[in-house]
């Protein structure tokens, strides 16, 4: 297969499972992992601010986004993969950039 | 180190600003003859030449970011709580997402600006350039905001 069908699904699916992952943390306060800045190290615990300063998830919802989009370009089958319109490669992530438009502007208020 | 960081992912945001603003232009509609004026001259540009140098400046500049993020989040972010400036918080959080959601799009991008330039992938082509044009746009302007706040905001 040449590489282009896996390119399409791995764009379209990054930018789910990255908004995916991200709503995840929201809702349940959790995440794959966490960077700890001020102590300059990665734990999987929600350790407290006091104590470890300010996590940062934004690095945990990249990576997972990368594993799961790696895969799917990689499993999805060849047929399907190349029948995906190309309606999809730029409606999907133009709905993404709205979707996170519309939930970001709670910080507007 | 941190400063040099920062120079640098200005910098490199610059340069990407200007590929991808000559393509998301040259997108916009194919000039039908050599353009005279300065815009028609802007957007006359071969944009296919751009595509790599975007991809590479692109995916460069969320690496300086992610870099720089730690820095962010440990002094800059309290300053702005601190000071209850939440719409500068909520601006810097659409930039992170946007910007990962885009970088999401470089494989796709690449693949629709790879030659030969097939017609059937006109549009894909034109909407994610536009795209990782706003997000390009927005992603400069935020940073040049919120690195400049305690200025605007005394």
Do not use: C
């Amino acid at each position: 297969m040449m590489p282009s069908a896996r390119m399409n699904v791995f764009s379209i699916v990054f930018g789910v499972a990255y908004m995916g992952l991200f709503f995840w943390s929201e809702r349940y306060h959790t995440a794959l992992f966490r960077y700890y800045p001020v102590l300059k190290s990665f734990s999987r615990d929600d350790l407290a601010l006091e104590e470890a300063g300010p996590a940062i998830l934004w690095y945990s919802w990249l990576f997972g986004a990368t594993v799961i989009s790696s895969v799917a370009a990689f499993v999805v089958p060849r047929s399907l993969a190349e029948r995906i319109g190309q309606v999809w490669v730029w409606g999907v992530p133009a709905a993404l950039l709205i979707v996170i438009l519309v939930y970001e502007r709670r910080w507007f208020y | 180190m941190i400063q040099l960081l920062l120079v640098l992912h200005v910098l490199v945001g610059a340069a990407l600003l200007g590929a991808i603003t000559h393509q998301a232009f040259s997108v916009a509609r194919r000039p039908t003859a050599p353009g005279r004026s300065f815009v028609e001259r802007f957007r006359g540009v071969n944009s296919p030449t751009f595509t790599n140098v975007i991809v590479l400046l692109f995916f460069v500049n969320v690496v300086l970011g992610s870099l720089l993020y730690p820095q962010y989040r440990v002094e800059v972010r309290p300053t702005l709580e601190d000071l209850q400036l939440r719409a500068a918080n909520g601006i810097f959080e659409t930039k992170e997402h946007f910007a990962a959601v885009a970088l999401g799009l470089l494989p796709a991008y690449w693949l629709a600006w790879r030659p030969p330039l097939l017609p059937v992938r006109a549009e894909t082509r034109k909407y994610l350039t536009w795209m990782l044009a706003f997000v390009a746009w927005w992603s400069f302007v935020v940073g040049e905001l919120l690195n400049n706040i305690k200025g605007l905001f005394p």
